[in-house]
């Protein structure tokens, strides 16, 4: 069974960085696309990054490109989200996500994805 577990939220002032964390435990790690959603209080589910099995390929939210870094890595088994120019309209609950079969063409839509933590929650002041 898949759990996914994030952390490194907080508060942090606009302009700010903040990385934040999600430890995949299950078996062959390596075989999951990763991605990273988040939802404002009132919102719906919004994507924000996907990256692929190997890490070769990332994929952006225009909301968030320039400013956000996807990244994986398959020894320990982890994913991250580096924050950078944090802007109050980021504020949310971040979630990680999991999926064998997702590929470029489904990365954006929480349905394609079947595993998911219990977000952690990012509140950027003005």
């Known amino acids: 069974q898949v759990q996914l577990v994030e952390s490194g939220g907080g508060l942090v002032q606009a302009g700010g960085s903040l990385r934040l964390s999600c430890v995949f435990s299950?078996?062959?790690?390596?075989?999951?696309?990763m991605a990273w959603f988040r939802q404002a209080p009132g919102k719906e589910r919004e994507f924000v990054s996907a990256v692929s099995r190997s890490g070769s390929s990332t994929y952006y939210a225009d909301s968030v490109k320039g400013r956000f870094t996807i990244s994986r890595d398959n020894a320990k088994n982890t994913v991250y989200l580096q924050m950078n120019s944090l802007k109050p309209e980021d504020t949310a609950v971040y979630s990680c996500a999991a999926d064998r079969t997702t590929d470029r063409s489904t990365a954006r839509f929480p349905s394609a994805y079947d595993y998911w933590g219990q977000g952690t929650q990012v509140t950027v002041s003005s």
């Open positions: 299950g078996r062959f790690f390596s075989n999951y696309a």
